[in-house]
């Protein structure tokens, strides 16, 4: 773990200087990253809290980090998601969690369009735990991939909401 955050430490920098005004979508060799935010694919859905996201893949081990930080009851939070890629290729990436208990996590990444779409699917489980994983709030969800620095995420970092005037 320590190892995998020195080498995120030491690639960052580098990738950072190559920002350009389309945002924070890199694929360089063998590994990809993206910078940005989730949010419901669906519009009449709203992101619960503000949150940033960074993906960081690694064909050499055919693996994803998906660091997380939110703001949410007064407080930050960070969550570290690890997924499987299961295909790379020079179109792009598929890439999985499934050790949830209810969910399996889909993440399809197109470098041509420099899109990322994520997918939370039930995974097939008997009757009964199915509607536990419900009655805990366990639901299909599609999102979508805002990357940092494009025309939408500086247009929705411009709302007053996000920067309140004191």
């Not at 990253?33 to 503000?50: E, H, L, M, Y």
């Not at 995974?123 to 009964?128: G, H, N, T």
């Amino acid at each position: 773990m320590s190892r995998m955050l020195l080498v995120l430490c030491l690639i960052l920098p580098s990738l950072a200087q190559k920002a350009d005004n389309r945002g924070f979508f890199f694929v360089e060799g063998d590994q990809f990253t993206a910078v940005g935010k989730w949010i419901p694919t669906n519009p009449k859905d709203k992101a619960a809290f503000p949150a940033e996201t960074q993906i960081d893949c690694f064909k050499s081990s055919m693996t994803c980090v998906e660091a997380t930080a939110e703001y949410y009851v007064g407080y930050p939070h960070v969550t570290i998601a690890y997924l499987k890629v299961n295909k790379w290729d020079k179109n792009g990436l598929i890439a999985t969690n499934s050790s949830g208990i209810c969910m399996t996590d889909t993440v399809l990444v197109s470098f041509s369009d420099k899109t990322l779409s994520d997918s939370f699917s039930m995974k097939q489980l008997p009757d009964d735990q199915r509607d536990a994983c419900k009655a805990l709030g366990a639901l299909q969800t599609e999102m979508t991939f805002v990357l940092r620095n494009s025309e939408r995420w500086n247009n929705e970092r411009k709302q007053e909401w996000l920067h309140p005037k004191n």
